[in-house]
């Protein structure tokens, strides 16, 4: 494992890009939705940072890849959604891989109403995007990876980890009956 973003990094990331909505946002009514699991740890420190008032959500996105539904499709699940009509909705994602995750969340959470959609990112990797939309607040771009840690997860570990690493390659396995979540649904 091989650290990428230390403490301190992680640290000045996040109060640039609470500065960069700071002023993007003043003066407006704001909704920030973050994207369950792997953004509660940038999402807890970067509201910290915002010294204004907002409302906090949360939404879950799961890409379901059982035969009987088509790859990729993305189920959002809207419970812990705050009132969004008569809000501007910033989306906290933890990482822009190939963009779907984002661009499926916008699509569903636009018929709630929201003044504008926007969306920060933590991280952005190079090479994989599929998606059209792009971030609005980028926090790092990063190479190619497997990164784990300030959220992001491998297999369901390292979540807590206070920096970023990447995994190498024989530090990754596909091993299926390994798999914490033996369930059809994958949740990012
Ligand atoms: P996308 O839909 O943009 O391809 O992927 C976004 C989701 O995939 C992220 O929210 C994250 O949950 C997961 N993901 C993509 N790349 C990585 C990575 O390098 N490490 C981890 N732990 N998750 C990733
Ligand atoms: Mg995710």
Do not use: C
Request: charged share 20%; glycine share 10%; hydrophobic share 40%.
């Amino acid at each position: 494992m091989k650290t990428l973003l230390t403490q301190h990094q992680l640290d000045e990331g996040v109060s640039r890009l609470a500065s960069e909505i700071s002023h993007y946002y003043r003066g407006q009514p704001l909704a920030i939705v973050g994207v369950l699991t792997g953004s509660i740890v940038f999402l807890a420190d970067l509201i910290r940072r915002l010294n204004r008032s907002l409302r906090l959500g949360l939404v879950q996105a799961s890409s379901y890849r059982g035969a009987a539904t088509s790859p990729g499709e993305l189920v959002i699940h809207t419970g812990l959604l705050p009132e969004l009509k008569g809000q501007h909705l910033l989306l906290v994602d933890d990482i822009y891989d190939t963009g779907l995750t984002l661009d499926g969340v916008i699509r569903q959470l636009i018929p709630h109403g929201p003044l504008s959609v926007r969306s920060v990112v933590l991280l952005r990797k190079h090479g994989r995007k599929i998606a059209a939309i792009e971030p609005d607040h980028v926090g790092f771009e990063i190479p190619n990876e497997f990164v784990v840690g300030y959220g992001l997860d491998y297999r369901g570990a390292y979540r807590n980890l206070p920096y970023v690493a990447s995994l190498e390659a024989a530090e990754l396995s596909d091993t299926p009956e390994l798999m914490p979540d033996s369930s059809l649904r994958g949740s990012t």
